[in-house]
């Protein structure tokens, strides 16, 4: 990403994991479809659980929604299409996108992207909206999350 002048950060404080599960309903109710969500942060910060307030946002079941580290891709029908990734158990370096298949999830046009261990993510081609999400924070400690609109 060379371009930064349409990069505009948000920064929230999160107190509590309810904090984060509202950031999330808020990113959810913003969506239009097709966009590509990069959720960066360590174990514990919050990925899952924001991402679950984006999927009740989209008026899905968020008791179905969890950290899909084992199988990498969760697909939802909820409001649109969403899929779900962890490249968490992906080693570092590798092509990630190809492992989980993102040429073929993004051939779903309207579907919603999001992608817990982002950092892990290798370069790709794209032409769609990316909203960056970085979770700081772990433990009972507040979070820091900013919301960063790369595209
Ligand atoms: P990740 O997917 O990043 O590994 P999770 O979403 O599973 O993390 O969340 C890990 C823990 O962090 C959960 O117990 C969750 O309740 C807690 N948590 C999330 N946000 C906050 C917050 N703002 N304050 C305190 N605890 C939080
Ligand atoms: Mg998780």
């Not at 960066?40 to 008026?59: C, H, N, P, V």
């Not at 051939?107 to 909206?129: G, S, Y």
Request: overall charge negative; hydrophobic content about 40%; proline content about 1%.
């Amino acid at each position: 990403m060379t371009q930064n002048s349409k990069l505009k950060t948000q920064n929230y404080i999160c107190k509590t994991p309810e904090d984060t599960f509202d950031l999330g309903e808020s990113i959810g109710n913003s969506l239009n479809g097709g966009e590509i969500i990069l959720l960066k942060g360590t174990l514990g910060a919050g990925k899952t659980l924001l991402t679950k307030g984006i999927l009740f946002a989209l008026e899905f079941d968020i008791d179905e929604v969890t950290s899909p580290s084992f199988t990498l891709v969760n697909l939802y029908e909820a409001k649109f299409n969403v899929f779900h990734i962890d490249l968490w158990r992906l080693e570092d370096g590798g092509n990630t996108a190809f492992a989980v298949g993102l040429d073929e999830i993004l051939e779903d046009e309207n579907a919603v992207v999001i992608i817990e261990w982002a950092e892990k993510l290798n370069e790709f081609e794209t032409d769609r909206k990316i909203i960056e999400v970085r979770l700081k924070g772990d433990g009972d400690d507040r979070r820091e999350i900013s919301i960063t609109n790369l595209t």
